[in-house]
């Protein structure tokens, strides 16, 4: 019998919100805390910061290929490595933003594979992965895949 995995994370945020900051600390203490500010978030990332959408890209970027791994094994074609980027984009929409599209593109040096089952298998793992089924229905998700 399994028990469900919690991952933890906590904010401490100071000030209003054009011209305050926050620290966030992950539970796991994994990363040291780091800065997080509005800035980094509506215009160009910079100066050490980062945002909820990089933190959620990066979330997509492991979960995706951790997935794509997983359905690569199944096939009995294994990874010798994959280069797996998400890109997240908030934008403003009507009066308020919101997260307007996830885009996840994988290299993958993968022996023994065609380039249209490995386009299947990708596609398979965008669809399955707990990260892109949390989005699906409000981000719409895309991915390419290419062979090294």
Same mark, same amino acid.
């Given at each position: 019998? +399994?028990?469900?995995?919690? *991952?933890?994370? =906590?904010?401490? &945020?100071?000030?209003?919100?054009?011209?305050?900051?926050?620290?966030?600390?992950?539970?796991?203490?994994?990363?040291?805390?780091? %800065?997080?500010? &509005? %800035?980094?978030?509506?215009?160009? +990332?910079?100066?050490?910061? $980062? +945002? %909820?959408?990089?933190?959620?890209?990066?979330?997509?970027?492991?979960?995706?290929?951790?997935? #794509?791994?997983?359905?690569?094994?199944? =096939?009995?074609?294994? %990874?010798? *490595?994959?280069?797996? $980027?998400?890109?997240?984009?908030?934008?403003?929409?009507?009066?308020?933003?919101?997260?307007?599209?996830?885009?996840?593109?994988?290299?993958?040096?993968?022996?023994?594979?065609?380039?249209?089952?490995?386009?299947?298998?990708?596609?398979?793992?965008?669809? =399955?992965?707990?990260?892109?089924?949390? #989005?699906?229905?409000?981000?719409?998700? $895309?991915?390419?895949?290419?062979?090294?």
């Amino acid at each position: 019998m +399994s028990m469900a995995a919690k *991952r933890r994370a =906590n904010v401490v &945020w100071e000030r209003d919100l054009a011209h305050g900051s926050g620290r966030v600390t992950l539970g796991s203490g994994a990363l040291p805390d780091f %800065p997080v500010s &509005w %800035p980094s978030r509506a215009e160009e +990332s910079s100066g050490g910061k $980062t +945002s %909820p959408e990089e933190l959620l890209a990066s979330a997509q970027a492991a979960c995706f290929s951790m997935a #794509l791994s997983a359905q690569l094994g199944r =096939n009995g074609t294994p %990874p010798e *490595r994959l280069n797996v $980027t998400a890109e997240c984009t908030f934008d403003k929409v009507g009066e308020g933003y919101k997260v307007t599209s996830m885009v996840i593109s994988v290299r993958g040096k993968v022996p023994k594979i065609d380039q249209a089952k490995f386009e299947e298998l990708a596609k398979a793992a965008a669809q =399955n992965c707990p990260i892109s089924s949390a #989005l699906r229905g409000n981000v719409p998700i $895309t991915e390419t895949a290419t062979l090294e």
